[in-house]
């Protein structure tokens, strides 16, 4: 079985960035989400995490946020001996590299090829007018 990516957060947004992910690069089978209800508290949103992993020999999760429950339930399971590599501040370059990595069996650090793939774009914009002027 492939490698496993889990998308955990508050509210849909896992379920968002999948399909937005797969807009892009095709049906992902090995992504799964699960997601914070706002009725529902660290308990029952562990019971839908420990559902959707209890397969996976081999996975990795995305948080949405640092300090949020959602992290917090993956990292309790971490304290208590689970094996899994675990994200905060979860993006969509983030599962890019992810299914990258898997695609070309690759091993880029997540971290450094999402921050790179975040950029203020009127920087971006600003540098290429100083360039054009400099041409003229």
Not at 30 to 39: A, D, F, G
Not at 45 to 60: G, M, P, Q, S, Y
Not at 86 to 103: Q, R, T
Request: charged residues 25%.
């Amino acid at each position: 079985m492939a490698k496993q990516l889990v998308l955990i957060s508050h509210g849909s947004f896992s379920e968002g960035l999948k399909a937005s992910t797969e807009m892009l690069m095709g049906p992902q089978d090995n992504i799964h989400t699960v997601v914070l209800e706002p009725s529902e508290g660290a308990d029952d949103f562990r019971a839908k995490l420990e559902e959707v992993i209890k397969d996976f020999d081999e996975f990795v999760i995305f948080a949405d946020l640092l300090g949020g429950t959602p992290c917090n339930v993956a990292s309790r399971l971490l304290l208590e001996g689970r094996e899994f590599e675990l994200y905060a501040g979860m993006s969509m370059p983030m599962v890019i590299g992810f299914i990258n990595n898997e695609l070309v069996g690759m091993n880029e650090d997540l971290v450094v090829f999402a921050t790179t793939n975040t950029k203020k774009v009127n920087d971006l914009l600003n540098a290429s007018d100083d360039e054009d002027d400099e041409d003229e």
